[in-house]
């Protein structure tokens, strides 16, 4: 399964929809330009080790490039070019200005001290400097990337930059706008580590209203979350506030669900307190498999974690009335048309997880500008901006009598040309 084949084939269904001109079509499906880069890093041993990164910058047409950095020892360039083009998507969803990239570095990140998590994340900067900046490329986190990282990456692309001539204030200020999901006490945005989870609950807040694919029998709505980093955490978090059971929860070595669903819910705050304690979830609450956990008749089921975990295999076993795509790519085409006939409701991920990048523009703003908001400025405006854009797409989706994916790619890409 081969993410941006997955990804050119959800275009192609959109563009059913949309009358463009072959050039206006290979402009989509194709990313302006590619950075392969091979750089070496001093491990603890004192010896050098080459390290192998991408970034696809995907589009610029509505501004810089944008999107996260992923840490994963099995990354691969057609997954990179994947997470870019969606990226575009998304920004142009999210109607942000700003374009579609994404980085991808080939390492097992839990394999390193955290001397050499600095010295590969310092080295990838210098690597790949000349083709970054604050009006050109912004990257940010994702999978295995933190603040913290962010932080030693802005401070590495600052000290590059300051090489070629001292900086005012202003200049350093503006270039400290070139990441975001910085640390809050370094040119970080308040509610940015939390603004993925959020987003996809606005969303799942507003079209929950309207849809109406759960009938309300005043029981407490079930949630099974699969991925518990710092998306899967929030939107768990964020859902339990609300009243919602979380029934299972999982991360890659394995899950842990509640005995009686209809009754009870984890706690996803314990929960995490709980796997700092244990290092693991294992323990937290009953066992549970992944499989299992894509498989429990819930209302709403969460993959927060990678792509092709709903499958033309699994699919059919699915017993969710809604899924809330908040990882990206999680569902395949395959999986996709088996939900549209099973008459589940799939938030597309390049809806449903655009709050990180909203909050990203917002922080990226905010440096350039000088300012720093409150956290409720962020949360008002990002629940404005992503509601709207859930309610455009689901209008959209029911004018082109399509899924909101769909609906969502076709949104974005009027934009985009
Ligand atoms: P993260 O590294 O914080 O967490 C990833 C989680 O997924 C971990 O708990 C990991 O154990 C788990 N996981 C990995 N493989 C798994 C498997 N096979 N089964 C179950 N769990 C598994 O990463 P994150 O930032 O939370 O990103 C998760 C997803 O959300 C990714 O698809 C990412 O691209 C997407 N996303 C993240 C952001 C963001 O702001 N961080 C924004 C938009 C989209």
């Known amino acids: 399964m081969n993410p941006f084949d997955n990804a050119l084939s959800q275009l192609d269904k959109a563009l059913k929809f949309l009358k463009l001109g072959e050039d206006q079509i290979a402009r989509l499906k194709f990313p302006e330009k590619i950075i392969s880069v091979n750089f070496p890093v001093e491990m603890d041993n004192g010896q050098k080790k080459i390290f192998h990164g991408f970034r696809v910058q995907y589009s610029s ?92 990456m802005t401070d ?140 429990l008749p819930v209302d709403i089921l969460v993959p927060a974690a990678l792509e092709n975990q709903l499958t033309s295999e699994n699919a059919g076993q699915v017993k969710a009335k809604i899924i809330l795509e908040m990882a990206n790519g999680p569902t395949t085409p395959q999986a996709d048309e088996i939900f549209f006939k099973k008459n589940v409701t799939v938030i597309p991920d390049v809806l449903a997880n655009s709050g990180g990048v909203t909050v990203s523009y917002f922080e990226w703003k905010q440096n350039l500008e000088g300012e720093k908001w409150t956290e409720d400025k962020v949360n008002t405006l990002l629940k404005d901006k992503i509601t709207k854009a859930a309610l455009e797409i689901l209008a959209t989706s029911r004018d082109m009598k399509t899924d909101l994916r769909s609906a969502a790619f076709i949104t974005a890409i009027r934009r985009l040309i």
């Open 156 to 295: 590495e692309f600052i000290k590059i930059r300051s090489k070629q001539g001292t900086l005012s204030v202003e200049e350093k200020s503006s270039l400290m706008a070139t990441f975001t999901g910085k640390p809050l006490d370094y040119g970080g945005s308040q509610g940015r580590t939390e603004a993925t989870g959020r987003g996809g609950f606005f969303v799942l807040q507003a079209l929950l209203e309207k849809i109406k694919a759960i009938p309300s029998h005043g029981k407490k709505l079930t949630a099974a979350i699969q991925g518990f980093g710092n998306v899967g955490f929030y939107i768990a978090k964020f859902l339990a506030e609300s009243g919602y059971n979380i029934v299972a929860l999982s991360d890659s070595r394995g899950g842990i669900a509640v005995k009686n669903p209809e009754a009870d819910s984890l706690d996803p705050v314990s929960v995490l307190k709980c796997k700092k304690e244990k290092g693991t979830l294992n323990g937290c609450g009953a066992n549970i498999t992944n499989k299992e956990l894509l498989e």
């Open 61 to 152: 047409k509505r501004g810089p490039y944008k999107g996260g950095i992923r840490y994963h020892p099995r990354v691969d360039m057609n997954e990179v070019k994947a997470l870019a083009f969606w990226m575009a998507i998304k920004c142009a969803v999210a109607d942000i200005p700003m374009g579609g990239g994404k980085s991808g570095v080939e390492v097992d990140p839990k394999k390193l001290s955290e001397k050499e998590l600095e010295n590969l994340s310092r080295a990838y900067v210098r690597a790949i400097a000349q083709d970054i900046g604050p009006f050109s490329d912004v990257p940010a986190p994702d999978v295995n990337t933190t603040p913290q990282i962010m932080k030693w």
